[in-house]
């Protein structure tokens, strides 16, 4: 279901430079993401479950209905996707609500990474390890 071209929207894109984060500013943009994220966690759901429902149990008759709201829903999840881009993060999955902020760490680019259920940004990824390379935010000070 998370490659059907109907559940994920594409990704957003911005014609601007990428901001980058530092950790504290990551940290001050949480309450909003956090609302977004959950938003799409929610919305990514019920995109999942209409999905489902369309292709296995929905009589004939029903499935234009379930349909338009599919594409509905789906087109809502794209604002999201586009609203969070417009923060200037990535999201990573739309399962658990895994977020990356670009980050910087001895000049080479980083990810601060963050997930929903997450406090405040407290992990950080080389750009090509993902998130299992997280280490505490704390190592970046050395």
């Given at each position: 279901?998370?490659?059907?071209?109907?559940?994920?929207?594409?990704k957003?894109?911005?014609?601007?430079?990428?901001?980058?984060?530092?950790?504290?500013?990551?940290?001050?943009?949480?309450?909003?993401?956090?609302?977004?994220?959950?938003?799409i966690?929610q919305?990514?759901?019920l995109?999942?479950?209409?999905?489902?429902?369309?292709?296995?149990?929905?009589?004939?008759?029903?499935?234009?209905?379930?349909?338009?709201?599919?594409?509905a829903e789906?087109?809502?999840?794209?604002e999201?996707?586009?609203?969070?881009?417009?923060?200037?993060?990535?999201?990573?999955?739309?399962?658990?609500?895994?977020?990356?902020?670009?980050?910087?760490?001895k000049?080479?680019?980083?990810?601060?990474?963050?997930?929903l259920?997450?406090?405040?940004?407290?992990?950080?990824?080389?750009?090509?390890?993902?998130?299992?390379?997280?280490?505490?935010?704390?190592?970046?000070?050395?």
């Amino acid at each position: 279901m998370p490659n059907s071209p109907s559940a994920v929207p594409k990704k957003a894109h911005s014609s601007k430079a990428r901001k980058h984060f530092t950790v504290v500013e990551a940290n001050r943009t949480l309450p909003l993401v956090r609302r977004i994220v959950g938003d799409i966690v929610q919305t990514h759901s019920l995109v999942t479950r209409l999905h489902h429902e369309l292709e296995t149990t929905i009589p004939p008759m029903a499935q234009e209905d379930v349909q338009n709201k599919l594409e509905a829903e789906v087109d809502r999840l794209h604002e999201y996707v586009t609203e969070l881009a417009a923060v200037g993060c990535d999201l990573k999955d739309y399962q658990t609500g895994l977020v990356d902020f670009l980050g910087q760490h001895k000049g080479r680019d980083v990810c601060l990474c963050w997930k929903l259920g997450e406090e405040k940004v407290e992990y950080w990824h080389e750009m090509q390890t993902g998130f299992a390379g997280r280490q505490p935010v704390a190592t970046l000070g050395e």
